[in-house]
């Protein structure tokens, strides 16, 4: 077990090691056992990160042409899917060259704009990297000057699938093998940003110019029903920064946010990590605009003790200011988003609440939408 441990606010937890450790471990034991004829029972695999895991190896076995050996996932105390399930590695000599694949529950790639080609395995180049720089290691120790083809197989890889973002993301039949440090930190939201970079860069692949980004999953309904010809959505849950720098990076000319008044109020202040943990000022905003608006000091104490969006909402509603206090947030929203841009592309977003509909839009968004309709139906 890996005793690495990381602090997220108060509460210590321990690391893990990812899927790539795994395959990388399992391949590099599966190579020892090949050239020496010899089982093991531990290996040990040094990680990107420079952190050296010392792992047990399960299941080995040494054929007349090949050896296998699997290695159990540790998501430490992450909540991960594929913790615990057994990541095996297939070694088998060849003429020359080391030649990695994937078999029984690795996923193919589909879909252009990830790591690999569409029709590859998805294993990712970190972990590949991995693979062949521990399998080089042993073919030195034993003046091995042949080659070696790898394969790596999750026999639960499938149906875990199921449970995350690969059908979404075009990987068929199984999980991807991935990590970039070697290294599982618990509870990080390193793993979400990067499904969002990854799912922009496939759209950008597509030849889209332009993206519709939403919040969750009252966006995807919200639009479903009112905007059905938007499509090639990306979902960032509450990594509104991240996602907009992604679309600057791509080079889409034009951007919009589309999300319910519970999380888009908060960029009313500039906030763009809308996790509570990380920020709220909903009220202290609507309290801004309510006041800009025109309200008086009974109207904004009551928004001062409201817990939801959509009650102070009401509350706005109710005194004939709601029109206006939104047209005061959106202006404050664009205000926000340009200067994350740096005019480096068009923006704009939409706000609305499963009570009230759309309750605002700022100044470019109109246009945006115009642009995403026409590239969808084109």
């Keep these: 077990m890996l005793e690495e441990y990381i602090y997220c606010g108060t509460e210590k937890l321990r690391c893990g090691y990812t899927t790539g450790s795994c395959a990388a471990a399992a391949a590099k034991a599966s190579a020892l056992m090949l050239l020496s004829e010899i089982k093991i029972d531990k290996i040990s695999l040094m990680t990107p990160k420079g952190i050296l895991l ?6 080995p076995q040494i054929g007349f042409d090949y ?19 057994l990541v095996y590695a297939r070694v088998e000599k060849l003429t020359s060259g080391i030649i990695i694949d994937g078999g029984k529950g690795v996923g193919r790639v589909t879909k252009s704009g990830l ?40 026999p639960e890889g499938e149906k875990i699938a199921r449970n995350t973002y690969n059908p979404r993301l075009g990987i068929e ?8 440090s070697g290294i599982v930190e618990p509870m990080s939201s390193r793993a979400v940003i ?22 969750g999953n009252y966006s995807g309904t919200f639009l479903k029903e009112h905007l059905p010809e938007l499509d090639k959505t990306v979902k960032c849950s509450n990594f509104i920064g991240d996602a907009v720098d992604f679309a600057v990076e791509f080079g889409f000319e034009r951007v919009l946010i589309a999300g319910h008044a519970g999380k888009l109020v908060k960029l009313g202040a500039g906030i763009m990590n809308t996790h509570s943990s990380n920020a709220d000022g909903r009220m ?18 009551k928004i001062h003790e409201c817990i939801t969006a959509d009650n102070a909402l009401g509350i706005l509603k109710s005194v004939g200011l709601l029109e206006r206090a939104m047209e005061i947030l959106m202006d ?16 704009g977003a939409l706000m609305f609440s499963n009570k009230y509909g759309v309750l605002g839009k700022t100044s470019r968004a109109d246009r945006i939408i115009k642009f995403i309709k026409e590239e969808c139906n084109g």
């Design 284 to 301: 202290d905003v609507l309290i801004t605009c309510g006041l800009l608006a025109g309200a008086d000091t009974e109207t904004l104490k």
């Design 173 to 180: 039949g199984g999980i991807s093998i991935i990590g970039t």
């Design 115 to 154: 790591d690999r080609k569409v029709g590859e395995a998805a294993i990712n180049t970190v972990p590949r990297k991995m693979i062949e720089n521990t399998v080089a290691e042993i073919a030195e120790k034993y003046d091995y000057n042949g080659g070696f083809r790898i394969i790596i197989s999750v």
């Design 332 to 347: 404050k929203i664009q205000f926000y988003l340009n200067a994350r841009v740096k005019n480096l592309l068009e923006i």
């Design 54 to 59: 010392e792992l047990d190896i399960e299941n």
């Design 67 to 85: 050896a296998e050996c699997a290695v159990k996932k540790d998501s430490g105390d992450d909540p991960d899917v594929t913790n615990g399930i």
């Design 194 to 215: 990067e499904t969002i970079r990854t799912e922009e860069s496939m759209i950008k692949a597509q030849g889209r110019k332009n993206i519709l980004i939403t919040i």
